[in-house]
Each structure stands twice: as C-alpha cells, then as structure tokens.
C-alpha cells in the first residue's frame, strides 16, 4: 500500500492542480468573454511560474523527504563550484527519489531568497563523483544562465499565440456548429470537448517548438556544465544512465520533433568534443 501511495500521490496533486487550473481558465472565459486568451495566457504563464519556481521548494517536499547532504568531499565540490559562479546557497540536500523511480536527477531550485540546492539518492548511489560534479555543473548552468526566467518569456509567448489561435478556431467552430450542437458560447460546459481538442491538437503541432526551445537551454547548460566541471568523462558516463528511458541514438528529424533534451549520442559526442579541444584531460588527471 506505501508503494502504491507513492506512485500516485503525484498524479493525485496533479489531477487537483489540473483541475484548479481548469477552473481558472472557465473563470476566465465567463468574465472576460472577448478577451479570455489574454487572461488565458497570464493563468498559463503563472502556473509555469509555480511549477518552476515555487513548487520545487514548497511543493515537492510533499513527496520526498529532503535532508542536508553530510559533509564531505562531493558536498565541498558542489558548493565550491556554486559560490564560485554566485548561486546564493550554504548548503546542499538530498531526497529520496528512489522510492519513485531509478532516475538519476538534480536541481537548483527557488526564488526570492529560497534557492535550493538538491540531487536525488539515485545520483549519490548510482553515480561517481566525476558523474556528479558534471551533472551538478549542468544544474548550476541552469541557474547562473537564468534559464527558468528565459523559459517563462519564451513559453508565455507561446501561450499567447495558442490561446489567441484557440480563440479564432473556436469562434469559427460556434459559427458553423453552435446551433446544431446547442452550444451558447465557450463558457457552456459542453463546450469542453471542443476547447480541449483544439487546444491538443495545437499543443500538438506546436510539439517541435516547445522542445526546441526547452532543448536549446539544455545544450547551453550542458556546455555551461563541461567548462565549469571538467568532467567530460562523467559527463558522458551520465549521458549513459539518462539513455535507461530515453532512446540514445533518434534519427535527426525525430530528436528535432520529439526530443525536449539532446539525444545521449549528441550529448556524448558534445563531450568528447570539449575533452579534446581542452587538452583531453579530466579535472582528476590533471592533478
């Protein structure tokens, strides 16, 4: 029964999330009827905002139990490399994420005085040290190159061109269908079906933007990540483990369409690379 809590707690809150999200956007609808794209996006964008930066520090511990990581050589490393590029932390955690699943996975989270630093058990257990540092080098690259804030701009923009498009396609839809389907107008319930078919079908269409857009961030803290680490070869052993659920070689119109995150082969690849114009050492062999 505890295993089985933990697999759905998390679908549980996000159905809650969805709904509450859902509800927002009818409001939306019902109180600004020419208008409610606008509104739409904004409710889109902050929910984003909540999910990037807030619900990584209140949200989470929901679901983990979050401890410091006890002092030593990996815990130095990792607050070495984020003083040293100005992320605003004293310390580091750990959570239990094992309990979920065996992904390897980290992050530097917060807002407003509350930046956290944490990696899962799976990182600490599965990983070397190199590993670690190279991974934690991506996650700090994330932060020092202010990716969420870059990301919240880039999807709101987005966000406003989908709800603008859904608007016009729905308007269209009630002038040659309403009176057949008895629908009054997109704050009808009834109306739903429709909303939510069109919204997929352009969230949908829009896929190979979306994942451009997150995919860039991610090969610019993975370059971030090998010059302030030096560890290539943990790097790439890392690149490894992240192919367990991620196909590792797609062909290029397919990690183009469907991938939000460079492929292990090109992230290998990206590594080897960098080792060679950078001497072909590690941080380890040059000591």
Known sequence: MAWFWEQTKGLLIGFVLFGFFVSLIYWAIQRFQKS????????????MVFTALIAPVFLTPIFNTYQPLPDGPVKASILS?????????????????????????????????????????????????????????HEIGHYVLHHVYKLVMEFGL?????????????????KKYAKNLSLRGAADIA??????AIFSLLSFLATPISNTIVRTSEQE????GMNLAREPDGFARAALKLGEYRKMSPGPIEEFLFYDHPSGENRIRAAMIWKKENGGLNSEEKK
């Open 36 to 47: 409610w794209w606008v509104m739409g996006t904004l409710i889109s964008t902050a929910f």
């Open 81 to 137: 490399m984020a003083k040293s590029n100005g992320v605003p932390v004293d310390n580091v955690y750990q959570f239990d994420a094992s309990k979920q699943s065996q992904r390897i996975s980290a992050n530097v989270s917060g807002i407003f005085g509350t930046t956290r630093i944490s990696l899962n058990d799976n990182l600490l257990q599965r990983t070397s040290p190199e590993e670690i540092r190279a991974v934690m080098g």
């Open 158 to 174: 987005l966000f406003l061109i989908e709800f603008f498009l859904i608007f016009h396609c729905f308007q269209w839809f009630l």
């Open 191 to 196: 109306a739903f079906p429709v909303l939510l």
């Open 221 to 224: 803290a993975d370059i971030f």
